[in-house]
């Protein structure tokens, strides 16, 4: 902004709507306000039908980190304001209430997200209040990756090189509000919902960056066991990226990239950076394969498989404890997530969109370009996507990472006195087994597999 921008809004208030970055530290859209108004108005939209639809485990973890946010409001003399209804009536109704001259935001990359702002910017527009958008939730924003011709790539390993090489500047404390900035509390705003139980990770700010202090003192171990289901060997910081109550700078710039785990979790934030990007460039992702011609896959219609998968009895026992973990969790282990995923439509040969949804409800890091760009890699649609040929044998799967059935039998209590040898393939126990309420696989492997490579390659060279 320059100077003569600065006076002009220096005198102003402000909205601060928060959406996807339920914190103060490194907030580029809280920073702008706090730096240029004299005035500010934390604001969140509560918007029932976006709650309705966010699953238990979301409303559980969003309603934890608003609280947290609204006492990190309140520790500063002012509030997080409560708003119930459609955002883009009520930011506008709100702005024009309050005189507020601008309304800064960080940026989404959804599809829904990006038609609200749209509508709202223009509202705002129309009653000469500023819509002033940054970027809070990436490493780097959509555009700033680019190939030597000036597009997105699309194969993950150069992405990744370049990623590196862009700088991203260091990440900022959350600035106090001085006498330039007086955090409001202008009421008339709702109580926020009581949860019907406590969230799947602690919720706010203080809860994020205990988690990161926690990964600092192990993530050199994390190429070894960040694909070990049975151990905490991942960093578990999805649900803080995904409600913003952690940025992903402020992740770099804690753990850094100076030893082979670290720059492996870097990486993992730059795979995040690009399913970002590649929504923003195609934002039918969740409903479009992004290699076209897999949209003519004869899908297979088994709602009977699909329950038998959603609900954890499918008779693999690596696959029912993932998508038992989820349901009772809200999260799920992210290899056991690959052979879930795997399972429902190398195996059962099911439209990867059905798994996608029913993911996406569930879990607490659930949203849509991080979970449909994983699901088109597992089904071999999108781009730099796993070959459609690959496909996961569930019960070697669980061999290689579960190798003792730790993780196994924590979920499937049906198999915990089986005889170890037999935990991967309980149906090979015959009468050491002990546990008929557990079922029978659902599908044979190979010929599943044989089903499912006629299946693709019957439209894999159908023009683009």
């Known amino acids: ?47 029932s039908r976006l709650m309705a639809a966010a699953g238990v485990f979301r409303r559980r973890q ?16 002012g509030r997080l304001h409560l708003v119930e209804g459609d955002a883009t009536t ?39 209040v500023r819509w002033d ?49 007086e955090v409001l509390d202008v ?47 991942t960093t578990q910081l999805s649900a803080a990226l995904r409600f913003g109550t952690l940025s992903p700078r402020r992740v770099i710039s804690v753990l850094g990239t100076h030893t ?4 492996a979790v870097a990486r993992q934030l730059a795979w995040r950076d690009w399913y970002a990007h590649i929504t923003w460039q195609h934002p039918t992702i969740a409903s479009n394969a992004l290699r076209p011609q897999y949209d003519a896959i004869a899908w297979n219609q088994d709602d009977a498989g699909f329950d038998a998968w959603c609900q954890g009895r499918t008779g693999f026992p690596i696959v ?37 949804r029913w993911f996406r409800t569930l879990l607490v890091d659930g949203e849509v370009s991080q979970n449909a760009g994983n699901w088109q890699w597992v089904a071999g649609t999108g781009p730099d996507a796993a070959p459609y040929f690959r496909i996961f044998n569930p019960t070697s799967q669980g061999k290689k990472f579960d190798p003792d059935g730790a993780y196994i039998t924590r979920w499937v209590p049906e198999l915990a006195h089986i005889d170890t040898r037999f935990v991967h393939e309980p149906w090979l126990a015959g009468s050491l087994f002990g546990a008929a309420d557990y079922p029978a696989p659902i599908v044979d492997h190979a010929a599943a597999r044989a089903r499912c490579l006629d299946a693709y390659s019957i439209v894999r060279d159908i023009a683009r």
Not at 62 to 77: E, F, K, N, V
Not at 200 to 220: C, K, N, Q, S, Y
Not at 260 to 263: D, K, L, N, P
Request: with cysteine.
């Open 62 to 77: 969003i309603l934890a980190d608003l609280a947290a946010l609204d006492a990190r409001c309140r520790s500063i003399g």
């Open 320 to 356: 029912d404890a993932g998508m038992r973990q989820l349901a009772h969790t809200g999260w799920m282990h992210n290899r056991v997530r690959m052979i879930a995923a795997s399972f429902l439509v190398k195996d059962l040969l099911i439209d990867w969109r059905r798994g996608e």
């Open 187 to 233: 009421g008339d705003c709702v109580a926020l919902p009581a949860a019907d139980a406590p969230p799947p990770f602690a919720g706010g700010e203080h809860g994020a960056h205990e988690r990161l202090r926690a990964i600092d003192a192990t993530v050199d171990d994390y190429p070894a066991t960040r694909d070990l289901p049975a151990i905490d060997g």
């Open 1 to 47: 902004m320059t100077h003569n921008e600065l006076v002009k809004h220096i005198d102003t208030r402000a909205i601060v709507w928060f959406r996807r970055d339920l914190r103060l530290d490194d907030n580029p859209a809280w920073e702008a306000a706090v730096t240029t108004h004299r005035e500010i108005v934390p604001l969140f939209v509560l918007d």
């Open 133 to 181: 958008a940054h970027w809070g939730g990436l490493v780097h924003p959509p555009g700033a990756v680019r190939t030597a011709k000036g597009s997105l790539s699309q194969v993950f390993t150069p992405f990744w090189k370049t990623w590196r090489t862009v700088p991203h500047g260091l990440p900022h404390a959350d600035p106090v509000p001085s006498q330039l900035a």
């Open 90 to 128: 009520v930011v506008p109704a709100m702005a024009a209430r309050l005189g507020a001259t601008a309304v800064h935001v960080n940026l989404d990359v959804s599809p829904l997200a990006r038609q609200r702002d749209r509508v709202v910017a223009d509202r705002l527009a129309e009653r000469d």
């Open 260 to 263: 082979q785990g670290r720059e």
